[in-house]
């Protein structure tokens, strides 16, 4: 069973291929390699698309829900001001405490804070279009070894897959 069956999303698929090269009776190491190249190039061209096309057209694409989700939270939010505001003019007939006026200022700034920064830091993920390919490589190994050193091969103890790789290539005997 190769090491990389564990990986998630992709786990399922890989199996699937090494099965279908253990037909071919490739040994395992030979198989892990393959699919750790196949993998690799695959993980490369993902992080590639993402950055290139996904991240700024969702970027683009959800200034108007964001701002339209905060314009929601802000009613919300104004909903206590706008009660105590009534219950003090009807049953007192008297103008609100100043507390409720300013509670509703800080309501007002900050909303019309975070939409400010939602305008211009959602258009801002385009900058990930000039992303350079060797940051891309970066993220690829990271991802890699956080997932090596959280998942154990098959067994009763934990063995990483890169160990359990390694292991399986074929040792000259003198």
Known sequence: MTPFAGLPLVGGLVELLDTAIAQLEF???LR???EFVLLAVLGYL???????????WVGSVLVAPVVWLI???RVVLLLPDLAAARLVRRAFDRMPP?????YGSVVMAATDAVQELARKALPA????K??????LVGLLVVGFLVWNSEECGPGPEC???VTQWTTSFPTSQP
Request: hydrophobic share 60%.
């Open 46 to 56: 993902l992080l590639k698309f993402l950055a290139r096309h996904a991240l700024p």
């Open 71 to 73: 314009d929601a939270l």
């Open 98 to 102: 100043e507390v409720v006026y300013a």
């Open 125 to 128: 993920l385009a900058i990930t």
């Open 27 to 29: 040994p395992l190491w």
């Open 159 to 161: 063995v990483s897959p």
């Open 130 to 135: 000039r992303v350079h390919g060797l940051l």
């Open 32 to 34: 892990s390699s393959l």
